[in-house]
């Protein structure tokens, strides 16, 4: 899932976005993994596993919850319009 750069993914690409984070969902609930990586691993990675939080279910704050448990810096560094992008992915698609 390529992210050219920090900023949210255009609407227009919510629906390979969203069918992806559909699919690595359904990878982690069946007890599979997934390697996020990309080049300084704040902004893009934490948008990214936070839709992925939200699309196995969690809730906003308990996504939120548990990415700060792994970094600190988290809302720091990853931003509100991140956020928003992900809460509104997830609820175009699960909500």
Known sequence: MPLPHADPPPPEHDVHFGASLMQMAAILRD???????????IQRTGMFAFALLRFTGMTADDATSSLQHDSADFLANVGDDRLIWANRLYATWRG
Do not use: R
């Not at 007890?31 to 691993?41: D, E, K, M, V």
């Open 31 to 41: 007890g599979g993994h997934i390697l996020l990586h990309c080049s300084a691993g």
